[in-house]
């Protein structure tokens, strides 16, 4: 991350062309290529009723959530378009394989529907808080990291304990062991970021 710098006059550049400047990095281009799988995850499991692909897909989808950041920043490719373009892929790709879960009927619905009411509600106040009122972006904690990356993990294992694999029962036990503190984590987090909104709507 670069140091910031008093503004002189003409230095600072319109809001679009901060955003937009910098679309075409490694790290966009690998948060679309993770999008673009949403509709192969969908295909396996709904067009070849094959779970066990699909849950090891989407598995790797999780496991690699970390890589475009880790990517921008090892290579100095941090900009305002993947700051606001990987958090909104990540989460439009967890809430339609959400959805597309529970349709498939692989994991508890109450579950399914828990965690896609806290993803739902609080991702939705932000994005308002944030176009409409002027909230400052804020960074994801550690806490909530952790919250999305257990989470991640356990619907793959809901879906593998459903498949054909031999040892499904070992992924619906592993997934019922890790989902409850995965989901305890992101309403905990989501209650923890309330202080952060007020102190960035009052200093707007």
Same mark, same amino acid.
């Given at each position: ?9 003409? @230095?600072? $550049? $319109? #809001? ?5 400047? /910098?679309?075409? &990095? *490694? ?21 070849? @009723? /094959? ?8 598995? #790797? ?14 290579? /100095? ?31 508890? *619905? *109450?579950?399914? =529907? ?16 944030? =176009? ?5 972006? %804020?960074?994801?904690?550690?806490? !909530?990291? *952790? ?5 991640? %993990?356990?619907?793959?294992? %809901?879906?593998? !304990? ?12 592993? #997934? ?19 202080? &952060?909104?007020?102190?960035? =709507?009052?200093?707007?």
């Amino acid at each position: 991350m670069t140091e910031s710098r008093p503004d002189t006059p003409g @230095d600072a $550049p $319109p #809001a679009s062309a901060s955003v937009w400047s /910098d679309v075409a &990095t *490694w790290p966009n281009l690998i948060t679309l290529l993770r999008l673009c799988c949403l509709p192969l995850f969908l295909w396996l499991l709904f067009g070849r @009723d /094959d779970r066990q692909a699909a849950a090891w897909l989407l598995g #790797a989808l999780g496991a690699t959530d970390w890589v475009d950041g880790w990517v921008a920043r090892r290579f /100095d490719q941090v900009s305002e378009f993947g700051k606001m373009f990987d958090p909104t892929a990540d989460r439009l790709l967890f809430v339609v394989a959400l959805v597309a879960i529970m349709i498939d009927g692989s994991a508890p *619905w *109450w579950f399914c =529907l828990a965690v896609l009411v806290r993803e739902v509600l609080f991702g939705g106040v932000v994005a308002v808080l944030t =176009l409409f009122f002027g909230m400052e972006r %804020f960074d994801v904690t550690y806490l !909530g990291k *952790w919250a999305t990356f257990i989470l991640m %993990f356990t619907f793959p294992g %809901f879906v593998m !304990g459903e498949s054909d694999i031999a040892i499904d029962e070992f992924f619906t036990v592993a #997934a019922w062991i890790i989902g409850p503190i995965g989901l305890a984590l992101s309403y905990y987090t989501a209650l923890a970021y309330v202080p &952060t909104i007020r102190r960035s =709507l009052t200093n707007r």
